[in-house]
């Protein structure tokens, strides 16, 4: 019998020049979970980086996408059909304006907001219900671009506040993978 997979996504630009963005909070995220887990996503394929990890009684499986944000519709598709994931097992981390830096958010599903990789994920999948960690970043101040503004690089008085953020996203993560998406909004939605 095959064993449930678990599939974790967390979202981000690949490359040096956008590490530690407000927009790769979901691979600032998977560090941690890596960590936890002791693994490394070493694997190519599928268009991300990835590592499975055996449980007894299911499969958890790491992934950050290698395409763009506005693409990640594109590996998420792909990883979906290969290990045979329903919606309900799949959980996206990702950075959210709407929510003040440092805030975390967990819900079963909703809609893409203004979060063009999710946008690329719901287009891709054709579902919006899929469980999801929000990672606050805070609004772009009045007139700055908000590609510059997610980008960017949280200022130093923030990076305490967002790794607080990035390990209670991944303690909620795990949450999820062992009690499921209700015991994970309980834990990742306290203030």
């Known amino acids: 019998m095959s064993k449930e997979v678990y599939l974790i996504v967390g979202l ?17 995220t998977m560090a941690l979970l890596e960590k936890h ?5 070493g694997r190519k394929m599928l268009q991300g980086l990835l590592t499975e990890i055996p449980q007894e009684d299911r499969k958890v499986v790491l992934c950050a ?20 994931c329903t919606p309900d097992h799949l959980l996206v981390i990702y950075d959210d304006i709407d929510l003040p830096p440092g805030r975390v958010r967990v819900r079963r599903g909703g809609g893409p907001g203004t979060h063009n990789g999710m946008r690329s994920i719901v287009e891709h999948l054709g579902v919006q219900d899929f469980p ?23 200022g130093v008085e923030d990076r305490p506040v967002m790794e607080a953020a990035f390990q209670k996203a991944a303690e909620a993560a795990v949450d999820w993978v062992a009690h499921g998406i209700d015991h994970a909004m309980q834990l990742g939605n306290q203030k």
């Open 37 to 41: 887990y002791q693994v490394t996503l």
């Open 132 to 154: 999801r960690i929000r990672v606050g970043v805070g609004d772009r101040p009045a007139g700055q671009d908000l590609a510059d503004w997610v980008l960017g690089r949280p």
């Open 65 to 84: 996408p290698q395409t763009f944000m506005n693409a990640s519709g594109e590996c998420v598709a792909k990883l979906m059909r290969w290990y045979h």
């Open 12 to 28: 981000g630009n690949p490359g040096e020049e956008y590490a530690h963005t407000r927009h790769n909070a979901g691979f600032d």
